[in-house]
């Protein structure tokens, strides 16, 4: 069975990342507050990137690595700016630079 990893933007500018069997059942349910509880109180909500996978385990399983991406990380992926993925998973805090 197929499935989708989906980054939506909440009405206060944050990302929801999940993943789902349906994607467009999945997408009323945010937006009707029957979604994630971090949803409800950021309705409504918006449907920024989506893939499909051949199976919903690998869905989840990219799920799980998104939503540990910066939101800088997050924003190249929803722009399709693919080529700034490798980049942008290097560390970026201050600490790790000075210790290179």
């Given at each position: 069975?197929?499935?989708?990893?989906?980054?939506?933007?909440?009405?206060?500018?944050?990302?929801?990342?999940?993943?789902?069997k349906d994607?467009?059942?999945?997408?009323?349910?945010?937006?009707?507050?029957?979604?994630?509880?971090?949803?409800?109180n950021r309705?409504?909500?918006?449907?920024?990137?989506?893939?499909?996978?051949?199976?919903?385990?690998?869905?989840?399983?990219?799920?799980?690595?998104?939503?540990?991406?910066?939101?800088?990380?997050?924003?190249?992926?929803?722009?399709?700016?693919?080529?700034l993925l490798?980049?942008?998973?290097?560390?970026?805090?201050?600490?790790?630079?000075?210790?290179?």
């Amino acid at each position: 069975m197929s499935g989708w990893i989906y980054i939506l933007k909440c009405s206060d500018n944050s990302y929801y990342t999940g993943s789902t069997k349906d994607l467009e059942l999945r997408l009323a349910q945010h937006n009707i507050g029957k979604g994630s509880h971090y949803t409800q109180n950021r309705l409504p909500v918006t449907l920024v990137f989506s893939q499909e996978y051949e199976r919903i385990d690998d869905a989840f399983y990219i799920e799980k690595q998104v939503q540990g991406w910066s939101r800088n990380k997050k924003l190249a992926l929803i722009e399709g700016n693919y080529e700034l993925l490798p980049d942008l998973a290097q560390c970026q805090n201050e600490s790790h630079s000075r210790n290179r």
